[in-house]
Nanobody, 128 residues
Framework: QLQLVESGGGLVQPGGSLRLACTVS????????IGWFRQAPGKEREGVSC????????IYADSVKGRFTISRDSAKNAMYLQMNSLEAEDTAVYYC?????????????????????WGQGTQVTVSS
């Protein structure tokens, strides 16, 4: 059973940066497609970014393109979301997610239903 734990959330001013981390246990993250999602109050959980297990292909939501970067560290069995130029609209609880798909996968989608393992979430608040 894969276990994911997020960290790095907090309060930041508009224009600032945060780096979210998600440490993983119970499996080798190299063989998993990974993703970051977020849920703002009163809204549905939405996909932010994902990275495939094969080829490390990435996808970003239009709202974060050019500002956010997803990455993974094989040695630490962890994934990250670097968030720059943060805006008030980025305020949400952020979740990391992973899915094995039974083998290496060269594509990913920002689809909540694609991911079976989730972290508990970390709050990101962008406010002056």
């Amino acid at each position: 059973q894969l276990q994911l734990v997020e960290s790095g959330g907090g309060l930041v001013q508009p224009g600032g940066s945060l780096r979210l981390a998600c440490t993983v246990s119970g499996g080798n993250l190299d063989y998993y497609t990974i993703g970051w999602f977020r849920q703002a109050p009163g809204k549905e959980r939405e996909g932010v970014s994902c990275m495939s297990s094969a080829g490390r292909r990435t996808i970003y939501a239009d709202s974060v393109k050019g500002r956010f970067t997803i990455s993974r560290d094989s040695a630490k069995n962890a994934m990250y979301l670097q968030m720059n130029s943060l805006e008030a609209e980025d305020t949400a609880v952020y979740y990391c997610a992973a899915e094995g798909f039974g083998g290496l996968n060269s594509v990913c989608r920002l689809a909540r239903a694609d991911f079976g393992s989730w972290g508990q979430g970390t709050q990101v608040t962008v406010s002056s």
